[in-house]
């Protein structure tokens, strides 16, 4: 039965994939709709699936393709691989109701053929992914996702933006892909199997070098800093629907490989925990830090994920420290909140991208100071997107509380850890998380106040109307996810047999819901209801516009001011004035302009590298066959000397 569910699921991706590129032609919208429900079937039977190797507790070996000896695509599906499938698949099932009306609001009637295919082959390729049984599998099936995402992110090739989005995403994960390949090869070379096993005899040295690898090829497609600069060109770029499959569960199939390869392959060292607490902490605290200056809706919510992707890697490595120095039960507490926020940032963050694409639809634009006033024009978009908001702001009782609550328990006992140094290390993660969490939720009061309320500040923002049914019912089901995920977490991880120490979300739900009702209702009874209309007094303007309005510069104002020596802040002010005194003010312009400093300290150097020494090899092709065959020596004795180093 498990097993038909699971194939059942691939081949259903597989038609829905086939089905506009074969029979588009006969009925293009009709065709791609039922691509995409073939999507949504696919992925409710992978939920299924994944749901119930989760309840029963499973390990399920399935067959695959077999090619040369040794190498071959097999599956297998236990705990961990069910969780990250049972994520893939909820959000690919929401995100393809959406996309069935989202899909047609491009012009290239052709290429919304190639979008509704290659969305299939993209959830596919990511859920087999996470299926694979051995690292053959798991490259071939990372670079079907790494293509399809590719092609997906240029969808809109004709633009510029979208062509340096692609050029800068096709580096990045095939540099991503050159670290694995590494770290692949070298557990190959040292086991002679490609099986994703349990390997104890691997010495210090080889493991250390293999960790480093995997966290350099996984950290890239993950968006760790200071590898992340691929995210805030890529989602902006791509489609919505993409971004918010992209954000909400393509950067999690790298996490699951690094807790895949660091749990179950390799024997974690205590530093490994230090290092990957510092990275995410790193990544958490700078990700909200450039949120915070951002003003395109779609960028804002990239860096966020490169937030959020620390803060499960704060658990992640305070789970290793913990086990490593024989605390197994708050390892195992800091291991489920970061799984947990695994789940809840894929639910939250793709409803977040889902309810921007509709508005950047209706509204004409990116930039949310063009925006205003949508809350009326599209109420349940709003509603959504706050739900999304209040979610990843970690307040309660949504879901993104309950899952950061439980990495705080686990930070808050870093005391029973002997290592003094370790001890003072976790509080002052724990303080910057704190931090960030504080911050997140200033972002999002800009975000959904400069949006949705006001007044609309373009044509477009005041001509929006309500986004269709389909990219309405997507968006939907996730918000009930956030406040159902929050509200029965303890009861949740009851069902899946665990016992986790966390206060009843359900509970505090409604107590919360309880004292709403009572401060309404006592303001209803004893409050003066008579009511004056007026306009706001303007200095003797008489009308006022939305020129008047908070903007999203002058909120973020203060933060960018206080982070100046993270953003490197430059005011200019550009003014006239009446007078010579500079007293009476005629008009002006100001403007913050922000150094992009990994790109300009980071990657511009490394790329102008590259290029000298493509210059320097470039000059080396003279022509002769004897200088060919010299360079091909000296490479075969350096590949030697490398491989006999390592045996």
């Not at 489609?239 to 954000?247: E, G």
């Not at 004795?637 to 491989?643: A, E």
Request: charged content about 10%.
């Amino acid at each position: 039965m498990l097993s038909f569910l699971f194939y059942a699921s691939l081949a259903l991706l597989l038609l829905g994939s086939a089905w506009p590129l074969v029979f588009g032609r006969l009925g293009g919208r009709v065709s791609r709709s039922m691509s995409f429900l073939f999507a949504v079937a696919g992925s409710v039977l992978m939920f299924a699936f994944s749901a119930l190797v989760l309840y029963g507790n499973l390990g399920l070996r399935l067959p695959g393709f077999g090619m040369l000896p040794g190498f071959g695509l097999s599956f297998f599906v236990d705990r961990l691989s069910a969780f990250f499938m049972l994520a893939i698949s909820f959000v690919s099932g929401c995100v393809g109701v959406y996309s069935i009306a989202y899909a047609e609001h491009g012009v290239h009637e052709k290429r919304k053929s190639v979008l509704a295919s290659l969305l299939s082959v993209f959830v596919l390729s990511m859920i087999l992914v996470v299926a694979s049984d051995n690292t053959f599998s798991f490259m071939f099936f990372w670079e079907a996702m790494s293509l399809a995402s590719f092609l997906l992110v240029v969808y809109d090739y004709e633009k510029p933006e979208s062509r340096r989005a692609g050029i800068f995403y096709f580096v990045m994960t095939q540099l991503s892909t050159v670290f694995l390949l590494a770290a692949f090869l070298m557990l190959y070379g040292h086991s002679g199997s490609f099986a994703i096993q349990p390997m104890p005899y691997l010495s210090s040295r080889v493991m250390t070098v293999v960790f480093l690898l995997l966290f350099a090829g996984f950290g890239v497609k993950a968006g760790v800093i200071p590898f992340h600069k691929w995210l805030p060109y890529a989602h902006p770029a791509s489609p919505s629907n993409i971004s918010a499959l992209m954000s909400g569960v393509m950067i999690k199939v790298a996490v699951y490989g690094l807790m895949r390869f660091v749990l179950d392959v390799l024997a974690p060292d205590s530093w490994w925990g230090t290092f990957i607490l510092l990275a995410g902490t790193v990544s958490a605290f700078l990700g909200v830090i450039y949120a915070l200056k951002e003003h395109d809706i779609k960028r804002l919510l990239a860096y966020h994920s490169i937030e959020n992707i620390g803060i499960i890697l704060i658990g992640f490595g305070a789970c290793i420290l913990f086990r490593s120095y024989g605390l197994p039960e708050i390892a195992f507490l800091a291991l489920a909140g970061s799984l947990f926020h695994v789940l809840n940032h894929a639910v939250f963050k793709s409803l977040l991208f889902l309810t921007a694409g509709s508005v950047v639809e209706a509204a004409k634009t990116r930039n949310i100071e063009e925006m205003g006033g949508l809350a009326r024009r599209m109420p349940y978009t709003a509603l959504f997107f706050l739900v999304g908001s209040v979610s990843i702001s970690a307040l309660p009782p949504f879901n993104g509380f309950a899952s950061e609550l439980l990495i705080f328990q686990a930070l808050l006992q870093s005391y029973l850890i002997g290592s003094k140094v370790i001890q003072l290390v976790m509080m002052l993660c724990l303080s910057a998380f704190a931090l960030t969490s504080a911050l997140a939720a200033a972002c999002f009061v800009k975000a959904f106040g400069i949006t949705f309320l006001a007044a609309p500040r373009s044509e477009c923002a005041k001509k929006a109307v309500e986004a269709p049914l389909p990219m309405l019912a997507g968006p939907l089901v996730l918000a009930l996810s956030c406040a159902l995920l929050g509200l029965f977490s303890p009861q949740l991880f009851a069902l899946a047999g665990f016992n986790v120490p966390m206060p009843d979300m359900l509970v505090i739900g409604l107590l919360m819901l309880a004292s709403f009702a009572v401060v309404y209702l006592f303001v209803r009874v004893f409050s003066n209801n008579a009511s004056r209309v007026a306009e706001t007094w303007g200095c003797g303007i008489l009308s006022q516009d939305s020129r008047m309005e908070y903007t999203a510069s002058g909120f973020s104002e203060p933060v960018v001011t206080i982070f100046k020596p993270i953003y490197h802040t430059k005011k200019e002010s550009h003014n006239l004035f009446y007078d010579l005194h500079k007293v009476i003010f005629r008009s002006g312009r100001g403007e913050i302009k922000l150094m992009r400093f990994f790109e300009e300290y980071l990657y511009l150097p490394v790329a102008r590298l590259g290029e000298l020494v493509s210059k320097a090899f470039n000059r080396l092709e003279n022509g002769s066959l004897d200088s060919y065959i010299a360079y091909s020596f000296i490479a075969v004795v350096l590949f030697i000397v490398i491989l006999g180093w390592y045996a």
